[in-house]
């Protein structure tokens, strides 16, 4: 079951890339409670592509999950990526800088026995994303 849990991440990566939220719908429990990097909830198919996935394409309009590297681990797949696009919305509280950025990223998604994803964490280096944006000075 392993492998077709890291397809469904490869698709659901492949879905935001191509602004298809529909498809990662599909591919969420409803029970599913997701936690992002800045420690929100997102609880469900419709608030995962929603407010996750299409928060990040709303201040990143060309956003792309790049260079996707998958490790499975059974029922949990960890995937590591660069995420790369133009800050051209804002981001929460901060205006747009139409700055690039290019950001290592970490998502664990946990699957049920379905291969639907049940929950998972996503991390990335927020102090490296304000630094790129404008928003903080670099270290040094």
């Known amino acids: 079951m392993g492998s077709q849990n890291v397809a469904a991440v490869q698709s659901e990566h492949a879905a935001f890339n191509a602004r298809d939220w529909e498809s990662i719908q599909r591919l969420i429990a409803d029970d599913c409670v997701f936690v992002d990097a800045q420690g929100t909830v997102h609880k469900g198919p419709e608030a995962f592509a929603n407010d996750y996935a299409r928060g990040w394409a709303d201040a990143f309009s060309d956003a792309q999950v790049t260079e996707g590297r998958y490790h499975d681990a ?52 927020m102090y490296g994303l304000l630094v790129q944006l404008g928003h903080a000075e670099p270290p040094g």
């Open 74 to 125: 059974g029922d949990t797949v960890v995937a590591e990526f660069v995420g790369r696009g133009t800050n051209d919305g804002p981001l929460g509280p901060m205006p747009a800088t139409n700055r690039p950025i290019e950001l290592p990223y970490c998502e664990i998604y946990h699957f049920n026995s379905d291969g639907k994803i049940i929950g998972g964490h996503a991390y990335f280096d």
